[in-house]
Nanobody, 127 residues
Framework: QVQLVESGGGLVQAGGSLRLSCAAS????????MGWFRQAPGKEREFVAA????????YYADSVQGRCTISRDNAKNTVNLQMNSLKPEDTAVYYC????????????????????WGQGTQVTVSS
């Protein structure tokens, strides 16, 4: 059973940066793909970035490509999302997720493919 706890959200001005962290615990999480998703009020949950824990291969949504970096820290069992040049449209609740056996980029981008979720952390970007 994998447990996920996010931290690092907050209020930041447009153009600023935030670093989100996801602490993972439990068994076998090294076999999971770790993803970050976000959900703004009235909108569907959308993919932000994903990383394969074993190889560290990364994938990004077009909307954050070049502004966000996803990484993992094996020693601390954390997955991080560094977000730079933040925009008001980045405002959302950000969720960490773990998915088993996701082998294609398409599947890694689908929230329905992830079985474990954190509680979410709010990111608010003011203009």
């Amino acid at each position: 059973q994998v447990q996920l706890v996010e931290s690092g959200g907050g209020l930041v001005q447009a153009g600023g940066s935030l670093r989100l962290s996801c602490a993972a615990s439990g068994r076998d999480f090294y076999n999971y793909v770790m993803g970050w998703f976000r959900q703004a009020p009235g909108k569907e949950r959308e993919f932000v970035a994903a990383i394969t824990w074993s190889a560290g291969t990364t994938y990004y949504a077009d909307s954050v490509q070049g502004r966000c970096t996803i990484s993992r820290d094996n020693a601390k069992n954390t997955v991080n999302l560094q977000m730079n040049s933040l925009k008001p449209e980045d405002t959302a609740v950000y969720y960490c997720a773990a998915g088993w056996g996701l082998s294609t980029r398409a599947n890694m981008g689908r929230a329905s493919r992830y079985s474990k979720w954190g509680q979410g952390t709010q990111v608010t970007v003011s203009s």
